[in-house]
Nanobody, 123 residues
Framework: VQLQASGGGSVQAGGSLRLSCVASGPIFRTNTVAWHRQVPGKQRELVADIARDGLTHYANSVEGRFTISRDDAKNAVYLQMNTLTPDDTAVYYC??????????????????WGQGTLVTVSS
């Protein structure tokens, strides 16, 4: 299973960006999908996640500004980011966990990461 993230870029403070992440491969079912971010020299942190039933969770720093959503028919997850601040500058990574079809007798779990997309917010 591979994840392809897109949508990063440069924006001024107060602006918006929408990140997308599409999964490909022999996916049987995708469970929780999430967005994380990492600033050089710091640990990767969870930004938001969404369960299969639609239940969402956000980091305190983005609550009310970011919205995570998913489209299982497209194997996609999105992150709408509004009212961006310079503190949101980071490389954003999508993550998906679920089950994939290895063969007719095996449906093991997967935990896949996208390649990262850079978001830069200037003041």
């Amino acid at each position: 299973v591979q994840l392809q993230a897109s949508g990063g870029g440069s924006v001024q403070a107060g602006g918006s960006l929408r990140l997308s992440c599409v999964a490909s491969g022999p996916i049987f079912r995708t469970n929780t999908v999430a967005w994380h971010r990492q600033v050089p020299g710091k640990q990767r942190e969870l930004v938001a996640d969404i369960a299969r039933d639609g239940l969402t969770h956000y980091a305190n720093s983005v609550e009310g500004r970011f919205t995570i959503s998913r489209d299982d028919a497209k194997n996609a997850v999105y992150l709408q980011m509004n009212t961006l601040t310079p503190d949101d500058t980071a490389v954003y990574y999508c993550n998906a966990r679920g089950l994939y079809v290895r063969d007719s007798d095996h449906i093991p779990a997967f935990n896949a990461w996208g390649q990262g997309t850079l978001v830069t917010v200037s003041s």
